[in-house]
C-alpha cells in the first residue's frame, strides 16, 4: 500500500466517524425538541434553523466522505496501472527503481526519472523492447547530465547483454 493510498483511508475513516458522531448529535436534537418547539412562536424558527444548520454540515460532510472515496479508487487504480506495467518492465530497471536510482511515473508507468536529475526521463517501450530517453537536452547542469548518461547507458547495456 502506498504513503498516499494509507493517508487517504485515514483521512476516510476521520471523515467518516465524524459523519456518524454528527448524525447522531442531530437525530438527539430532533428527538428532544418532541415536536413541542414547533408550535412554540417565539422559538419554532430558530429549532428549524438549527435543524437545518445541522442537515448542511452532514450534507457537506457526506460530499467530503465521496470526495475522499473517489480518491482513493483512482490511487488504487494507479497502483493497479504500475503493477500491470511491472508485469513486463525488465528486472534490471525494476532493481534501479527498487534502489532509488530511478523513479517511476505513475501517470505513464513506462516512464522513469534518473533521482536529482531535472527534465529528463528514461522511457522503457515494452512492444519494441527497447529503453529510450527524451528531454536530454533540456538538462543544463554538466553534473545531471553526466548522471543521467551514466544510469542511461549502464542500464541501456545491461539490457543488450541480456537480450
Known amino acids: 500500500m502506498t504513503a498516499r493510498l494509507e493517508i487517504l483511508r485515514n483521512s476516510l475513516d476521520k471523515k467518516q466517524a465524524e459523519f456518524d458522531e454528527k448524525l447522531a448529535d442531530h437525530f438527539s436534537t430532533v428527538k428532544a425538541a418532541n415536536g413541542q418547539p414547533l408550535n412554540d412562536k417565539r422559538n419554532g424558527r430558530s429549532t428549524l434553523d438549527r435543524w437545518e444548520r445541522q442537515n448542511d454540515s452532514l450534507r457537506s460532510l457526506d460530499s467530503g466522505i465521496q470526495k ?4 482513493i479508487e483512482r490511487e488504487e487504480s494507479k497502483v493497479a496501472l504500475v503493477s500491470l506495467a511491472n508485469e513486463t518492465t525488465p528486472s534490471e530497471i525494476l532493481a534501479l527503481v527498487a534502489d532509488g536510482v530511478l523513479l517511476q ?16 526521463r528514461i522511457v522503457w517501450d515494452s512492444d519494441k523492447k527497447v529503453v529510450a530517453h527524451r528531454y536530454v537536452s533540456e ?9 543521467f548518461a551514466q544510469v542511461f547507458n549502464g542500464l541501456k547495456t545491461a539490457l543488450t547483454a541480456t537480450a
Open 68 to 71: 475522499t472515496r473517489d480518491a
Open 105 to 120: 511515473w505513475r501517470k505513464h508507468p513506462n516512464t522513469f526519472f534518473v533521482a536529482d536529475v531535472e527534465k529528463a
Open 139 to 147: 538538462i543544463k547542469d554538466r553534473d545531471q547530465h553526466r548522471k
